[in-house]
């Protein structure tokens, strides 16, 4: 069965536009026979889609699996989970898919991309109904992962000098095992080749074979249909091509496949070759002005960003980190600590805002910015923070000191935790069950972050 599975990949990458520039077509042909005999003869041996993905890739021993190797063990460096958890779970968190990824799973209900207007996509809740696969495959902010929220400002946040994308794999973990005891973990497999890649090999090479029809759309909706996705109903050789690399791009997602697809594609040059959409610097427990060695390549760091043009966004420790880099100054403010919900006046509305006079925001610290960093503008002041909000003149950089990330429960949370030292803190918790702004903040990072002009927000 291995060595069907085997032929038939390697005939799709032999007639694959890298391989077959001429695209000769008698490739095709020959590769989408040897993957409908790879795809028929596994089926009619016991191999099958498993009704749970996230079960694949957790199951030492597994009908859909066709080919795989022992995976690493879960505790050591190297290991599946120690490498991939987050550091909140005792993990290193080394391993951090791309919001492009993120970005590509659709919409359950509808089956449509995030970009569809018609998808159902909330930009306030972006990972709220979306295909099955992508809890299965992504842990992300906010999602609950061995008894917790995974918060990337908190205890899951980067270790000095990482860079993180605040995304983790979910597959091929297990939730049972403790990082921190050493306990619960059981054998895996790394997965080489399965049955969802039979069905997916045989759809992209007879569509360009013969086109598409419904040999091609019963391949693509066997794997959607096991996820709980819509059927694909079909289009153009050129639509249902797109589909199918798609298709690939989630189904098989953190596999070792997306790789060697966008090479045989060639697309590689134009899908990798990307600037970042932009580095974002959250909040941290410490003080700017301690100028401790990681601060200092931080901001160092930040600054080579920003003179480069990279989109930069700070928010509370980020926004003093960036202030004190260039230029500005940042101290302990003579106000004391700032809890709960805070409003602002909006002094100027940039093209990524809408015409909002005033916000209100969660606030958390008590170091603010006391000298305004040269080339910056003031966005949105208070007379509690005249600084609230920067951004730079000549460079795409902005920086806020508040906290549209944080849900009014955690922002109570952490009042509580500090309770005995933060100013008439009932108050403070009490506020935070107002209306706030932070959709609204969260919706113009997203502009900037895209270079998107304004639209009137409700």
């Given at each position: 069965?291995?060595?069907?599975a085997?032929k ?5 990458y032999?007639a ?22 790879a795809?028929?003869?596994?089926l ?8 749970n ?22 505790f050591?460096?190297g ?6 958890n987050?550091?909140g ?6 391993i951090?898919p ?7 799973y ?8 995030i970009?569809d ?8 809740r972006p990972?709220?109904?979306r295909d ?10 906010g ?7 995974l ?7 980067p ?11 979910r ?22 080749m ?5 069905y997916l090999n045989?759809?992209?090479a007879?569509?360009e ?55 045989r ?5 134009t ?6 959409h ?6 941290s427990a ?6 401790t ?33 260039l230029?500005?100054?940042v101290?302990?403010s003579d ?19 809408d ?7 969660p606030?958390s610290?008590?170091d ?22 920067l951004a730079w ?12 990330e ?5 922002a109570?949370a ?14 403070a918790m009490?506020?935070?069950d107002?209306p ?11 502009r900037?972050l895209r ?5 009137e927000m409700?």
């Open positions: 069965m291995i060595v069907l085997l038939g990949r390697v005939l799709l032999n694959s536009p890298l391989f077959n520039p001429a695209n000769d077509q008698s490739r095709w042909v020959a590769a989408a026979e040897a993957c409908r005999a795809l028929d003869t596994a009619n041996t016991g191999y099958a889609l498993h009704g993905y996230g079960e694949i890739f957790i199951q030492y021993f597994n009908r859909e699996v066709i080919w795989s190797r022992p995976a690493p063990g879960a050591g460096d290991g599946i989970d120690r490498e991939m987050p550091r779970a005792n993990g290193y968190g080394n951090n791309l919001q492009e990824l993120v970005d590509d659709e919409m359950k209900n509808t089956g449509l991309p970009t207007p018609a998808s159902g996509y909330n930009p306030q990972y709220d109904g099955p696969r992508f809890a299965a495959t992504i842990l992300y902010p999602a609950m992962w061995k008894g917790r929220l918060d990337p400002n908190g205890a899951d946040a270790r000095s000098g990482q860079i993180s994308t605040n995304y983790w794999p597959k091929y973990q297990l939730e049972s095992v403790n990082l921190f005891a050493g306990t619960g973990a059981t054998d895996r497999k790394w997965v080489l399965r049955t969802a890649e039979l045989y759809a992209e007879e569509n074979a013969r086109g598409p029809g419904s040999a091609v759309y019963n391949a693509i909706n066997a794997v959607r249909a096991r996820a709980g996705m819509p059927d694909y109903g079909g289009g153009s050789k050129d639509a249902v091509r797109e589909k199918i690399r798609r298709e690939r791009r989630i189904e098989l997602a953190l596999e070792d496949h997306r790789f060697w697809d966008v090479r594609w060639k697309i590689a040059e899908i990798d070759n990307r600037e970042v932009g580095v974002i610097v959250t909040g410490s003080h700017v002005a301690e100028q060695g990681w601060m200092v390549r931080v901001q160092e760091g930040l600054a080579e960003l920003v003179r480069n043009a990279v989109p930069t966004l700070g928010i509370c420790f980020g926004h003093q980190a960036m202030a004190e880099a230029g500005g100054r101290d302990k106000k004391g600590w700032g809890i709960g919900l805070h409003s602002y006046r909006v002094d100027r509305t940039e093209p990524w805002m015409g909002a006079d005033e916000i209100s925001v606030v610290h008590q603010q910015v006391t000298v305004q960093p040269p080339g910056t503008r003031v966005l949105v002041s208070s007379d509690f923070t005249p600084y609230a909000a003149t000549d460079r795409p950089a902005i920086s806020f000191q508040f906290h549209p944080f849900e009014p429960e955690f109570k952490l009042i509580a935790a500090r309770y005995d030292r933060m100013p008439e803190p009932d108050a009490a506020s935070l107002r706030d702004d932070r959709a609204r903040v969260a919706e113009w990072i997203r900037f270079s998107e002009p304004t639209g409700p």
